[in-house]
């Protein structure tokens, strides 16, 4: 809890009641340990770079897969435990796309 301090002032200068200031401060802390949380996830993961999803080029993509790709990035292949399957010809992005799935499931906690 290292902004309880400001979690306070907040509070009083708000006129919060107790319970509210509770609340906030908890809700706080939530965050920041989910926050910890997935930088622990991106951590272990050891990524060579890190490739954020804004960054890839789906220009590269057949039409009819960018709205696949774009419900990739959503994780529930992750949690029905379906394999992917990448394929194309060198420097098209497939690592890159890779990364930035495996980052987008660490930053949702899969």
Known sequence: MRHHRQVAEEAAQANLGYD?????LAAQEVAQREQNRQ????RAARFPALKEWADV???CLPQRSKPQVLELARGEYIRQAEPLLSMGNPGLGKTHLATALALAACRQGD
């Open 20 to 24: 509210r200031f509770l609340w906030a």
């Open 39 to 42: 930088a622990q996830l991106i």
């Open 57 to 59: 080029d789906c220009s």
